[in-house]
């Protein structure tokens, strides 16, 4: 799928927002300035490989603990990592 660089970011940060509101740490913190924590660190990455990664955490497939909210960095290095063709 083609997207505008608008419509990237949108989903980009769709797919985190609806990722990050499922932990209860996160229930009254998140934020407009804590999601743009989380979009700056995926900037450079596709949307497809940011909603693929934020799928696979959601579904604890990701290699990381699932009892608690991913970093903006957990989230961006496994999206640069799909983007570049490494599929783990």
């Known amino acids: 799928m083609s997207y505008s660089d608008e419509e990237a970011k949108a989903a980009k940060a769709a797919a985190m927002y609806d990722l990050l509101s499922?932990?209860?740490?996160?229930s009254e913190k998140l934020n407009d300035a804590l999601l743009a924590t989380y979009?700056?660190?995926?900037d450079k990455c596709s949307a497809e490989a940011v909603s693929l990664v934020c799928q696979r955490i959601a579904s604890g497939q990701a290699g990381l603990n699932?009892?608690?909210?991913?970093?903006?960095?957990?989230?961006?290095?496994?999206?640069a990592l799909l983007d570049a063709g490494n599929t783990r």
């Open 39 to 42: 979009e700056r660190a995926v």
């Open 22 to 26: 499922g932990y209860w740490q996160l």
């Open 66 to 79: 699932s009892s608690f909210p991913p970093t903006p960095a957990d989230i961006a290095e496994r999206a």
